[in-house]
């Protein structure tokens, strides 16, 4: 292989890395927002609509990157599954019976990502791409 596919390589790996903790971090101020909307104001719940849309492409970029990153096929199938999760977010947020599931989906959905982010800095951490 030559060193400017390792570089690139390399740079798809870390991108990956640090598009998965701060996917962590907007799932933890996504809940944050709904918490301030159910216990402080319920305007707020504007807040928590709109972030979403700040990191909605991450999990489609992380999938990419997966791929170009050269990243085990667990990595890659987490990714994906993040990315139906996030979207079922959607559904589950706008169908008034399918209310109930939308925290169980986010739990489930920041359990993944965090254990997606520890696999990914264990996989960079023993240098993945070499």
Known sequence: M?????GFVLASEAAYLLLSWALLICILVQTFFAGLAVFADPVRWN?????VKVFSFVPLLMIILSFT???PKRLRWQSACIFVLLYAQYVTGNIP???AVHPVTALIMFWLVFQTAVAAY?????????
């Open 2 to 6: 030559n060193t400017k596919k390792k």
């Open 47 to 51: 807040d928590h609509s709109e972030f």
């Open 69 to 71: 990153g050269r990243l």
């Open 97 to 99: 019976w399918a209310g």
């Open 122 to 130: 264990n996989h960079f951490r023993k240098g993945g791409a070499c």
